[in-house]
């Protein structure tokens, strides 16, 4: 995620352009201290307090369950915001490419975690979907050298059915909305195990053809290199 305008930065004063981007030497003028960066460290330090929230007075209190309903939607929200903002306005920093998708599986990785032990939630389940993001965010630094995977549709709505999914299970529902939200658990465990194959099935795609260019550089090489020692080797025959 990010920087500053350079303005902010001590640089050239050039206002950054909404939507539009700015030049490599601008990027790394950015400061770590952006708007983009602040609301991932929020979210970061939101997971141990959404925690002993959670797990407070045993778990079962509906008032403090609440309460870690209301740390979990803010730290889903600036998810929503730290990503908008880092790309409309630039702020792509170093840290900010590790700290958010960190802090992202973080606050779901707590929550899923804390309602599988307070028994709200089969383990299996948080298995699943902890299974997947792992491997999928270690996929991803498998192929960053060939190519980035990009976020898909059905990605955004795995990652909106299981926000959903999991504030729903946060809060202490009965009834109709306790069974609700098993189906919409049952939707984002689905959605899950399905954007997670279409993932693999990229980065396996994305993987060959980058070696692939690879190889055919490293030949384009080779031949250009004999063709020269041929013509050094002709040009000396002809002296």
Request: with cysteine; net charge positive.
């Amino acid at each position: 995620m990010t920087g500053v305008p350079a303005s902010a930065a001590g640089g050239s004063g050039t206002k950054p352009v909404r939507g539009g981007k700015l030049g490599t030497a601008a990027v790394n003028q950015a400061s770590l201290w952006n708007i983009a960066n602040i609301l991932t460290m929020v979210r970061l330090l939101l997971v141990p307090g959404f925690v002993m929230l959670l797990l407070h007075n045993g778990g079962y209190d509906p008032a403090w369950r609440s309460f870690a309903w209301a740390a979990f939607a803010v730290a889903m929200i600036t998810d929503l915001f730290d990503g908008h903002l880092a790309r409309t306005y630039n702020l792509v920093t170093d840290f900010g490419k590790i700290a958010d998708p960190i802090a992202d599986k973080a606050i779901m990785g707590a929550a899923l975690i804390c309602l599988s032990y307070l028994g709200d939630l089969p383990w299996w389940v948080t298995g699943v979907i902890l299974f997947r993001e792992i491997g999928i965010t270690l996929m991803r630094f498998w192929v960053i050298r060939h190519a980035v995977i990009p976020a898909s549709r059905g990605g955004k709505m795995k990652t909106l059915a299981q926000g959903t999914a999991v504030g729903m299970y946060v809060l202490a529902l009965t009834g109709p909305l306790a069974t609700m939200r098993f189906w919409v658990m049952a939707v984002a465990v689905v959605l899950t195990v399905v954007t997670g194959l279409d993932y693999v099935r990229q980065a396996v795609v994305l993987r060959r053809k980058g070696l692939a260019a690879e190889r055919a550089a490293a030949a384009d090489r080779a031949s250009g290199v004999s063709a020269s020692a041929g013509a050094s080797d002709s040009a000396e025959a002809e002296r």
